[in-house]
């Protein structure tokens, strides 16, 4: 259900970026979209591990 989500949406998007020739904002928008479904695809497939902010936080350091 996420991945049809984002495709839709994205399929929509992109459509409009390409008839405004922005293609710049095409690849921002995909790199974003792609991360979205893979952070998604995560939370899904482990719901009880930590989450992605608490491996963040810890790559910086920061215990709490």
């Known amino acids: ?22 293609f710049r904002e095409i690849v921002a928008f995909a790199v974003i979209a792609l991360l979205s479904l893979g952070m998604g695809v995560y939370y899904i497939l482990t719901p009880h591990e930590k989450s992605l902010i608490i491996y963040i936080l810890e790559f910086f350091g920061i215990h709490f």
Do not use: H, N, P, Y
Not at 9 to 15: G, K, L, P, Q, R
């Open 1 to 22: 259900m996420l991945t049809l989500l984002i495709a839709a949406v994205s399929a929509f998007e992109i459509t409009s970026m390409v008839k405004g020739k922005q």
